[in-house]
């Protein structure tokens, strides 16, 4: 793979007009406004991270990691730039210069596909396939399809949520470049390739978009002709992933040292621990010399050092293995190549993640709740897509947006719209529908 043809600002669904464009070098960042104005990245705002939203105490919802992963991936992206642009200053002049744009943006769609209720929400969409109601279905679709269904993830829905397009939008859905939607796509092969994990990056109705933008781009094909499509990943898919890596696990302990989860003297050793001896120090002191007293000042001071460690180490550690991501060779994520200290602090943290934090009453109480509200949905819309002639099914599809084909013809596409229709509800929007078809929340009269 080569850097002069990986970054491209042809627009899907628009590629007749490529020639036509003249103004190159605003293309990517046409791309990341149009996701800051669109109503999929506003609803984030009302989708668990993995606290729920308790009230005076503010944690972060999807839309504000969404956020700060972008920031993280706009440094990411302008220190890879300028260190590669010293390596190959062939680089310098060329769209290459614009892959800070181009990996904030994809940050700000990262999380664009996931439902309501944050992992458990995903859950319960492939254990109703897998395990529910809907095992009944497998016979009536394609094998292909069925193994999108009981595979559901969010990163293959954000990939249909930009490219597909749906009722009233134009071809190419969001029409957005090249280059960005191939750096959303952070598991480059089609469900049937998923292996153990299950993990995937785009559905059956969305590979062709995909295979075109890739051979385009020209990404390794890893599958053979008649072998499930799988290519390497798009290089700035590392940096997207990065910056996600280090919001999610570091932004995690700040808020769980806000909601009391975890202890002020616990917090500010497990974010110490990514410094030697010598950094503490001079950290502690100029803490000390600004006159920060308070703690939880203290913890975002040190949240955001911690931050800055990783970012420079990962984008040393991007550059410093660029040949093994051009060749689609690299093993593991950008994590995995960082400096042992700062390594073992990230995996201390994770650990201590696990036990603490995710497996915390509220972070479980949410997940409970969301699953069983989940199941309910998908129980009762998917009937809606299997007889739409009962007069229940009737009165629940138009509940639909227009957007969503609940009405065609075809069995697959109904099914379909009901994945598009829930995963794209807000938990607000989910708890409401879920009380409505229950019987237990009636609107005033």
């Not at 859950?123 to 595979?151: S, T």
Request: net charge negative; aromatic share 10%; charged share 25%.
């Amino acid at each position: 793979m080569n850097w002069q043809q990986l970054i491209s600002n042809k627009r899907l669904g628009q590629e007749i007009r490529h020639p036509e464009r003249h103004d190159d070098r605003s293309e990517f960042k046409r791309d990341y406004d149009r996701l800051i104005f669109s109503a999929p990245f506003r609803r984030m705002q009302n989708k668990t991270q993995v606290f729920p939203l308790p009230g005076s105490i503010f944690v972060h919802n999807r839309l504000t990691h969404s956020l700060e992963v972008a920031s993280v991936g706009m440094s990411l992206g302008n220190d890879v730039a300028r260190e590669l642009k010293l390596r190959h200053p062939e680089l310098t002049g060329t769209l290459f210069e614009e892959i800070g744009t181009i990996v904030s943006t994809a940050c700000l769609a990262h999380d664009m596909g996931n439902p309501p209720f944050g992992h458990s929400g995903e859950k319960a969409i492939q254990a109703f396939f897998r395990e529910g109601k809907g095992m009944e279905l497998q016979h009536k679709v394609r094998p292909e399809f069925w193994d999108n269904l009981i595979h559901f993830e969010g990163n293959a829905n954000a990939f249909r949520l930009l490219a597909h397009r749906f009722h009233g939008r134009r071809e190419g859905g969001f029409v957005m470049t090249y280059s960005t939607l191939a750096s959303i796509v952070k598991y480059p092969y089609s469900s049937l390739a998923a292996g153990k994990k299950g993990k995937f990056g785009f559905f059956c109705f969305e590979e062709h978009y995909y295979r075109r933008i890739a051979d385009e781009l020209g990404l390794r094909r890893l599958s053979a002709d008649d072998e499930p499509l799988r290519y390497a990943r798009h290089p700035l898919v590392y940096l997207v992933e990065a910056a996600d890596d280090i919001c999610y696990e570091i932004m995690d302990i700040e808020d769980a040292h806000k909601l009391r989860i975890l202890s002020f003297d616990e917090t500010m050793q497990l974010l110490l621990g990514f410094f030697d001896n010598c950094q503490r120090e001079k950290i502690l002191k100029r803490i000390d010399e600004e006159g920060i007293t308070d703690n939880n000042e203290k913890v975002v001071y040190l949240r955001a050092c911690a931050i800055g460690k990783l970012e420079s180490e990962c984008a040393r550690a991007f550059v410093e293995h660029e040949s093994e991501i051009l060749n689609g060779t690299l093993k593991g994520c950008l994590i995995d190549h960082i400096t042992p200290l700062v390594s073992d602090a990230y995996r201390h943290c994770s650990e201590l993640s696990v036990q603490r934090i995710y497996n915390s009453k509220p972070v479980l109480d949410v997940e409970l709740s969301g699953y069983k509200i989940m199941e309910t949905l998908m129980d009762a819309l998917i009937e809606a897509a299997v007889s739409p002639e009962k007069f229940h099914s009737e009165q629940l599809r138009k509940r639909f947006s227009n957007q969503y084909d609940i009405n065609s013809p075809d069995f697959e596409t109904r099914v379909m719209a009901v994945i598009d229709f829930i995963s794209g509800m807000t938990d607000v929007f989910a708890l409401d529908i879920y009380q409505k078809i229950q019987g237990i929340s009636l609107p005033i009269v």
